[in-house]
Nanobody, 122 residues
Framework: QVQLVESGGGLVQAGGSLRLSCAAS????????ITWFRQAPGQARDFVAA????????IYANSVKGRFTISRDNAKNTVYLEMNSLKPEDTAVYYC???????????????WGQGTQVTVSS
């Protein structure tokens, strides 16, 4: 069983930055791909960014490309989402999900965190 815990959310002004963390409680964390999603009130859950098991491959939604950076530290069992130049439309609950295939292309997410709220004020 993989448990994921997101942290780092909060309230920030437009143009500001936040760094989200997704910490995993599994010994084989380095074999999982991790994906960040977000969901705004009344809207569908959207893909944000993903990173493969080694960190050698990352992909981003067009809406965050150039502003967000996903990275991982397998020694700390943690994936990060650095969010810069935040906009009010980035306001959402952010979730991380683990894919046991280790690849960003498989898109299988049996494990999810509880989410962390990000609110960007204008």
């Amino acid at each position: 069983q993989v448990q994921l815990v997101e942290s780092g959310g909060g309230l920030v002004q437009a143009g500001g930055s936040l760094r989200l963390s997704c910490a995993a409680s599994v010994r084989t964390f380095s074999s999982y791909a991790i994906t960040w999603f977000r969901q705004a009130p009344g809207q569908a859950r959207d893909f944000v960014a993903a990173i493969n098991w080694s960190g050698s491959r990352t992909i981003y939604a067009n809406s965050v490309k150039g502003r967000f950076t996903i990275s991982r530290d397998n020694a700390k069992n943690t994936v990060y989402l650095e969010m810069n130049s935040l906009k009010p439309e980035d306001t959402a609950v952010y979730y991380c999900a683990a894919d046991p295939s280790g690849q960003t292309t498989t898109q299988q997410y049996p494990y999810w965190g509880q989410g962390t709220q990000v609110t960007v004020s204008s």
